[in-house]
């Protein structure tokens, strides 16, 4: 979806359907480590977004980023 540089580190952001969570997501991934870092995730069912990261070490810009993101792309 959208590729991003911060700190000499690559990003990607990559929005998906979860039909066992019921809801849609966008994830940041460490592109050059290819796993994902954290999920903004919208429950059909109960209608909230919510945060996940797998990893301390992110920068903020990215989070700031991925929460704005999922603002817009996500219902």
Not at 12 to 33: K, N, W
Not at 37 to 45: I, K, P
């Amino acid at each position: 979806m959208e590729a991003i540089e911060i700190d000499g580190r690559r990003f990607r952001l990559i929005r998906g359907s979860d039909v066992q969570r019921d809801g849609m997501y966008l994830e940041l991934s460490d592109t050059d480590a290819q796993k994902a870092l954290a999920e903004v995730f919208y429950s059909d069912e109960t209608g909230r977004m919510t945060f996940w990261a797998r990893e301390e070490d992110i920068p903020f810009e990215a989070v700031e980023l991925l929460i704005e993101r999922s603002k817009q792309f996500l219902p």
